[in-house]
């Protein structure tokens, strides 16, 4: 299958920016659009040092209302604004991120120089946010100190194969076509030629979803099963079970436990703590219940 989506990680730490990690930012790729997730301080200069398309960014997706995942935006957007954007981005966010955008234009006294859209997320169970031919992104509440939203990117089915040879021979019309791409048997002078001799399996969908902070939350498990990359925070190895609870936030076994229930095939992990230099602990950890995990740093870049 062609891989595509590219996931560049800009920010893999939490609430304190540290010499080699900053916090959450990440930016999705897919086909020709970009998406930002989560815009910490320190979000554009990892933009520049990727060498990112800032100007191809059209939709920028806000986690929650805490600093450490949504401080870069106005720097973020006046900086668009110097660059010269003119085509429209749309915020998808907390509703109160709108009074802090709308703050921000008043007190500076300006005004940026390309549409604003502003969307606000919605609370209970799994809302679609954005749709295009061939992707949907849905938001899903996850379990903080605030209201809090993870999201997922969802590739739409795609229609089955035609065996050329074969159909060829039969000489079809554009409407028994149709009929073959999307499951279908066709019937031809009374006789019945079965979709699978005619058609391949379509190509499988890909997904990804992200889950900001959560405290362990087994109730987000039906939005993202079988996705086929999940991004979980990370914030503390297990020992720190208690602190996490308490500060709502997710261990090692529980993100991999989560992966395991969804079924997902991999799961990324971030959101560390400044208290870890070395994160393999942390990704060992999660190894023991879900094989395929893996520790993400700022400027890793993944496809999928």
Same mark, same amino acid.
């Not at 929650?64 to 450490?68: A, K, N, R, T, Y």
């Given at each position: 299958m062609n891989e595509r989506f590219n996931l560049h990680i800009l920010g893999s730490g939490s609430a304190l920016p540290t010499n080699r990690r900053n916090p959450s930012a990440q930016l999705l790729r897919y086909e020709r659009e970009c998406f930002l997730i989560d815009c910490a301080e320190g979000t554009q200069l990892q !933009?520049?040092?990727?060498?990112? #398309? *800032? @100007?191809?960014i059209r939709n920028i997706l806000i986690s =929650?209302?805490?600093? $450490?995942h949504m401080y870069g935006l106005p720097g973020l957007l006046f900086s668009l604004h110097l660059l010269g954007k003119k $085509?429209?981005?749309?915020? *998808?966010? #907390?509703p109160e991120l709108k009074n802090f955008l709308d703050f921000i234009q008043a007190s500076s006294k300006s005004e940026f120089g390309f549409p604003l859209e502003f969307h606000p997320l919605v609370l209970g169970g799994k809302n679609l946010i954005w749709e295009s031919k061939l992707l949907r992104v849905y938001s899903f509440?996850?379990?903080?100190?605030?209201? /809090?939203?993870g999201f997922l990117f969802e590739e739409k089915e795609k229609n089955r194969k035609l065996?050329?040879?074969?159909? !060829?021979k039969l000489n079809l019309a554009p409407i028994q076509l149709y009929e073959l791409k999307h499951g279908k048997d066709i019937e031809i002078e009374g006789?019945?030629?079965? @979709? +699978? $001799?005619? &058609? @391949?399996?379509?190509?499988?969908i890909s997904s990804f979803a992200y889950c900001s902070d959560t405290v362990f939350c087994p109730s987000i498990v039906p939005y993202i099963e079988n996705?086929?990359?999940l991004y979980h925070e990370v914030t *503390? +190895? =297990?020992? *720190?079970?208690?602190?996490?609870? +308490?500060?709502? =936030? &997710? /261990? /090692?076994?529980?993100?991999a436990t989560i992966a395991q229930m969804a079924n997902v095939e991999r799961l990324l992990i971030g959101h560390f703590s400044a208290r870890y230099d070395d994160v393999s602990i942390l990704e060992n950890e999660c190894r023991e219940i879900f094989p395929e995990t893996y520790a993400v740093n700022d400027g890793d870049f993944y496809q999928f």
């Open positions: !933009l520049r040092k990727g060498k990112l #398309p *800032f @100007n191809r =929650h209302m805490h600093g $450490d $085509d429209g981005l749309s915020v *998808f966010g #907390p509440p996850l379990d903080h100190s605030i209201e /809090t939203w065996k050329k040879k074969q159909v !060829l006789i019945i030629y079965k @979709n +699978e $001799d005619l &058609t @391949n399996e379509p190509e499988r996705v086929k990359c *503390f +190895e =297990h020992a *720190f079970a208690q602190v996490a609870q +308490e500060k709502k =936030h &997710t /261990t /090692t076994k529980e993100a």
